[in-house]
């Protein structure tokens, strides 16, 4: 009922019946040595009720989770504190979730094609706070095809059309395919204007 159990001088090992095994106090696994539970492939579970602390943060103490499987966190959340979070290899799918998604106030990079799926939407700031939208690249509306692909593009501002600037400028202006309607306002070229070869009226 007092004193200690002290197998600290043998090399030997320390092997426990097969029955349930109670420790009622703290446990340390000392230096470089392991604790394993079962062996690959034929495991049982390990439940942990309390919290779980890998490595320190002391410098060169910290330590590195391999999970060889999925983790599954079903409350709460993850949270990272400090430090990267890097998918070296793998789908990053949040597909199944109705929650939203929000990054860091860095600049965010995508690498890839990016496709707004249905009917969502793309939204730059709010109303009388937003950013500039710079694309570099081709900007098509809608699609070539049946009717209900046409879409239209509605401006709350004027729009200007210059030459591009530097070299590679093509200066093509604004050609429109497919009727041009000023429902209101002033229509004001100060340079050349090349109309179609049909019929014009100037009311």
């Given at each position: 009922?007092?004193?200690?159990?002290?197998?600290?001088?043998?090399?030997g090992t320390?092997?426990?019946s097969?029955?349930?095994?109670?420790?009622?106090g703290?446990?340390t696994?000392?230096?470089?040595n392991t604790?394993t539970?079962?062996v690959?492939g034929?495991?049982?579970?390990?439940t942990?009720?309390?919290d779980?602390?890998v490595?320190?943060?002391g410098?060169g103490?910290?330590?590195t989770?391999t999970?060889?499987g999925?983790?599954d966190v079903?409350?709460?959340?993850?949270t990272i504190?400090a430090g990267?979070?890097?998918?070296?290899a793998g789908n990053?799918d949040?597909?199944?979730s109705?929650?939203t998604?929000?990054?860091s106030?860095?600049?965010?990079?995508l690498?890839?094609?990016v496709a707004?799926?249905g009917?969502?939407t793309?939204?730059?700031g709010?109303?009388?706070?937003?950013g500039?939208?710079?694309?570099?690249?081709?900007?098509?509306?809608?699609?070539?095809?049946?009717s209900?692909?046409?879409r239209?593009?509605?401006f709350h501002?004027?729009?200007?059309?210059?030459?591009g600037?530097?070299t590679g400028g093509s200066?093509t202006g604004?050609?429109?395919?497919d009727?041009l309607t000023?429902?209101s306002?002033d229509?004001?070229?100060?340079?050349?204007?090349?109309t179609?070869?049909g019929?014009?009226t100037?009311n």
């Open positions: 009922k007092a004193g200690n159990f002290d197998a600290s001088g043998s090399t320390f092997q426990t097969t029955g349930a095994i109670t420790l009622g703290d446990v696994v000392s230096s470089t604790l539970v079962g690959a034929t495991a049982g579970q390990t942990l009720y309390g779980l602390v490595g320190a943060s410098t103490q910290d330590a989770i999970s060889h999925a983790i079903k409350k709460t959340g993850l504190s990267d979070l890097t998918l070296a990053f949040a597909s199944g109705s929650g998604f929000k990054t106030t860095g600049d965010a990079t690498n890839g094609n707004i799926a009917t969502n793309f939204t730059v709010a109303p009388n706070d937003a500039d939208t710079i694309l570099y690249g081709k900007f098509q509306v809608g699609a070539n095809g049946a209900n692909q046409n239209i593009s509605t501002g004027g729009v200007t059309i210059s030459t600037g530097g200066g604004l050609e429109v395919a009727g000023l429902s306002g229509f004001d070229a100060s340079s050349v204007i090349t179609s070869s019929a014009i100037l």
